[in-house]
């Protein structure tokens, strides 16, 4: 298995200790899809068994995500930012095969439907070019003059 390992982070704001939201490891995963595969168990009754509280919606997705992209499809997906021209492809792909954006995000084994939609939004609104932009993070102040020190 080539995925990066779970790590809990204690946070510290304001003197008071906070767990960061937990991740279910890549083995659990696995043992979870291969009880409902091998068991013929179905989605809701598998969630019970592995007392999961978000319920039979995330035994589905791991399940569609196994057999779509194997193992992989159960790793976390750390990759953050994609070239324009993967961007244009996903969104080309989706349309010339009538995927609805769940399906496109299964399909390429992106981690989130939001993502896939906001292409989507740019490529029409803007143009398949404007895919190729990085917009994440501070805007640049358009400024050339240097800030004056405060004394």
Request: hydrophobic share 30%.
């Amino acid at each position: 298995m080539k995925c990066t390992p779970n790590v809990r982070q204690n946070l510290k704001f304001g003197g008071a200790f906070l767990m960061s939201k937990s991740k279910y490891s890549t083995e659990f995963k696995l043992e979870v899809v291969k009880y409902y595969i091998d068991g013929h168990h179905g989605y809701r009754e598998t969630a019970r068994h592995f007392n999961l509280k978000t319920g039979d919606e995330l035994v589905k997705k791991r399940v569609k995500r196994y057999e779509e992209h194997g193992i992989n499809g159960l790793c976390k997906n750390l990759k953050f930012s994609y070239s324009g021209d993967f961007k244009i492809n996903v969104i080309e792909y989706m349309h010339a095969n009538h995927l609805s954006l769940k399906q496109t995000v299964f399909h390429f084994n992106l981690g989130n439907l939001n993502v896939v939609e906001k292409w989507e939004r740019i490529y029409y609104e803007e143009g398949p070019q404007a895919l190729y932009e990085e917009r994440r993070g501070r805007r640049k102040n358009m400024s050339s003059k240097p800030r004056k020190k405060k004394k």
